[in-house]
């Protein structure tokens, strides 16, 4: 019998209504469009507007609308892996809340908290359910609302973060196509520059929290960027070297969507040209978990069986890394 791998059989994305100008930031903060256009490359993003909704309610749009390109009933979902860093709720799973407004009812499923890189590891994991027959139907959703912890009066963090969710579902297939290849990273060192400082265990909420406010991204950019930037090229390059990928061989890369400069450079680094590279930066700036399911969203009709992807991303953690999966249809 033939491998079997784990194949993205359907994709679709979600993004909330509400569009966030530069120019609106600029009467919120001490910033300009042409800042955060030159260094982020971010003209606009989405905000989820609506008293008590969360993530959740993002992916339930994306996730039906998956179902019905796919022709199946949430009922067929086995697991479902949530991709995300800002859960409805701290528990339980937005993996189980959103499996009950989906109507998942056979599905059992988890929260992934790996920052920018969480789609990246979900669907690498979400893959080997499928390649030991664990299971046939496997959905991986990468999705935030990122303006649920983002400080409105910070400029250096608010001009980059947005809300937008994505899903696909993982499949097996006997013919050579879904993933390939992947590799996974992590330096727990490197929380300091990129964190959330309080309502975890180690610092619950409480007044002073708030009145500080310690519930929204901490990012030292500078520090992050320079991990990102080697990170993110490195781990591309090595999963097309160990995979005897040339950079003819590649048909897309779909990078994480945090800031141009990172995008330009790990496609320099691989020899890919703009053409193969998926860009939205500029319309939903960094939507954390959301950025390459959204890509793989808005390119799904360019795509052909065969074309070799790499996925690549880098995060808060420090997280990163890489897949090279074969589109399946
Ligand atoms: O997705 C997860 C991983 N995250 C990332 O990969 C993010 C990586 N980091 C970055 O993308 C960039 O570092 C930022 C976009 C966050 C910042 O860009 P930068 O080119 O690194 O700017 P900087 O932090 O070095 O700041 C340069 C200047 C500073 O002023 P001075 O000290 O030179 O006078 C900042 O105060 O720009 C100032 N500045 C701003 N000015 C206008 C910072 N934010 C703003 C702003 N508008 N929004």
Redesign the pocket.
């Known amino acids: 019998m033939s491998k079997i791998h784990a194949a993205i059989t359907a994709v679709n994305g979600y993004v909330p209504e509400y569009v966030l100008t530069n120019k609106e930031?600029e009467s919120i903060?001490?910033?300009?469009d042409e800042?955060?256009t030159s260094?982020?490359g971010i003209k606009e993003r989405r905000i989820l507007k609506g008293e008590g909704l969360g993530t959740s309610d993002m992916a339930v749009h994306a996730v039906n609308g998956l179902l019905k390109k796919r022709g199946i009933t949430a009922d067929e979902i086995e697991l479902i892996i949530f991709c995300t860093t800002t859960p409805d709720l701290p528990f339980p799973a937005s993996a189980n809340i959103l499996a009950d407004k989906i109507g998942a009812k056979n599905a059992w499923g988890y929260d992934l908290q790996a920052?920018?890189s969480g789609f990246i590891y979900g669907v690498s994991t979400g893959a080997q359910f499928i390649e030991s027959g664990k299971h046939k139907k496997v959905l991986v959703v990468g999705g935030d609302k990122m303006s649920s912890i983002i400080n409105y009066q910070d400029?250096?963090?608010?001009?980059?973060f947005g809300d937008g969710c994505g899903a696909v579902l993982l499949e097996p297939n006997e013919e050579g196509y879904g993933v390939m290849d992947s590799i996974l990273r992590s330096d727990g060192s490197g929380r300091q520059f990129?964190h959330q400082k309080a309502g975890g265990s180690a610092r619950p909420a409480s007044h002073e929290t708030v009145d500080n406010n310690e519930h929204s991204v901490y990012?030292e950019?500078?520090a992050?960027?320079k991990f990102?930037v080697t990170n993110m090229a490195d781990v591309a390059a090595e999963i097309m070297d160990r995979n005897n990928l040339t950079s003819d061989d590649v048909t897309w890369l779909v990078p994480?969507q945090?800031?141009k400069?990172?995008i330009d450079a790990t496609a320099s680094r691989m020899g890919v040209g703009s053409e193969k590279v998926m860009i939205n930066i500029q319309r939903y700036g960094?939507t954390?978990n959301g950025t390459i399911p959204l890509c793989l969203w808005e390119w799904e009709s360019q795509l052909k069986k065969g074309d070799n992807i790499i996925l690549a991303a880098?995060?808060?953690g420090f997280t990163w890394g890489s897949v090279y999966l074969k589109w399946a249809y």
């Open positions: 930031l903060v001490d910033t300009t800042w955060i260094r982020t920052a920018c400029r250096t963090t608010c001009i980059i990129l990012q950019g500078q992050v960027f990102a994480h945090a800031n400069r990172i960094n954390t880098f995060g808060g």
